[in-house]
């Protein structure tokens, strides 16, 4: 009888199941609208839905189809002849008027070099914190020494931006 029962589960649990890698998640939206996603259950201030969550595995069964677009193929409107004209948005502005593009600026910091247009904070992350800093005339300047005695100065114009060499 024992050795009947046993058969039986094993037989059980070697039966393939239909969506062996399907689970249903709670997904919790709190009061800000930030949403979680968990298998716990939701805290008591949050909304709570149930969603199901199914990870079919690749290549077996059928496939799954990929998301549809829903915009339309064509960049007119109806009845409008006229093509909607193109909006180049800007580049960002450091501050220091452009004057090194962003891979100049992260070469230099990774070589920890200083070059004229960077900002205090690219300074400081190429060269870290100044062991000293001066104002004078609307001028800041850092001043750094290293263990070997070598003394480093970094001026800064009004803007915060380093100044180049005249």
Request: proline share 5%; aromatic share 4%; with cysteine.
């Amino acid at each position: 009888m024992l050795r009947s029962i046993c058969a039986g589960i094993c037989a059980t649990l070697l039966l393939p199941t239909t969506n062996a890698l399907a689970s249903t998640v709670f997904r919790c939206e709190d009061h800000s609208g930030h949403i979680t996603y968990t298998l716990q259950g939701c805290p008591t201030d949050a909304e709570q839905a149930l969603q199901s969550a199914d990870n079919p595995t690749p290549g077996r069964g059928k496939p799954v189809p990929l998301a549809k677009d829903n915009r339309s193929k064509s960049s007119t409107h109806k009845g409008d002849s006229r093509e909607t004209p193109v909006v180049v948005v800007g580049e960002k502005q450091d501050g220091c008027g452009n004057r090194i593009t962003g891979s100049q600026r992260r070469s230099a910091m990774i070589r920890q070099q200083v070059r004229a247009g960077m900002t205090r904070r690219d300074v400081e992350s190429s060269l870290g914190e100044p062991d000293k800093i001066t104002s004078q005339d609307g001028q800041t300047r850092y001043h750094y020494a290293d263990q070997k005695g070598n003394r480093r100065q970094v001026t800064f114009d009004e803007a915060g931006c380093v100044k180049g060499k005249r």
